[in-house]
């Protein structure tokens, strides 16, 4: 569930509508991305955070308990399904609660993953 019905027009809009803990680990989260896909373009799509690089890479947002990252199906249930057994998993997304660190680490190689992911499939697709 949305935080606000309100339309976001860019990430900067998105996270001033923010505070407090939720504004803390998103940017948090955010940095994590960054550092792990610095060529990434940081956008809004479906009215929330994302990255995309070749392709989308990762969605993200604020709920009311927990920080919703959402790298995809294969990332969440096939890839890390083992390193994520501690976190609620649905298909595509990881919820990590708001009174716990961020798994910087795990992040960062999902992120990672991703890249890869993205990068083999535009390969395939000039071909």
């Known amino acids: 569930m949305a935080m606000t019905s309100r339309k976001f027009k860019t990430p900067y809009e998105y996270f001033s509508s923010l ?3 939720k504004k803390t680990l998103l940017q948090e989260l955010r940095s994590i991305i960054s550092k792990a896909a610095p060529e990434a373009e940081e956008i809004i799509s479906y009215n ?3 990255y995309r690089y070749h392709g ?3 969605y993200f947002m604020a709920h009311k308990t927990h ?3 959402y790298p995809g199906n294969r990332a969440v249930n096939e890839i890390f399904k083992d390193e ?3 976190y609620k998993t649905s298909k595509g997304t990881i919820q990590f609660p708001l009174d716990k660190p961020l798994p910087k ?3 960062t190689k999902i992120v990672k993953f991703r890249l890869n992911e993205n990068l083999d499939k535009s390969k395939f697709k000039r071909k």
């Open 105 to 107: 680490r795990l992040i």
């Open 19 to 21: 505070a407090g803990e």
């Open 84 to 86: 994520l057994k501690t």
């Open 56 to 58: 989308m890479l990762v």
């Open 48 to 50: 929330m955070p994302a």
């Open 67 to 69: 920080i919703g990252f």
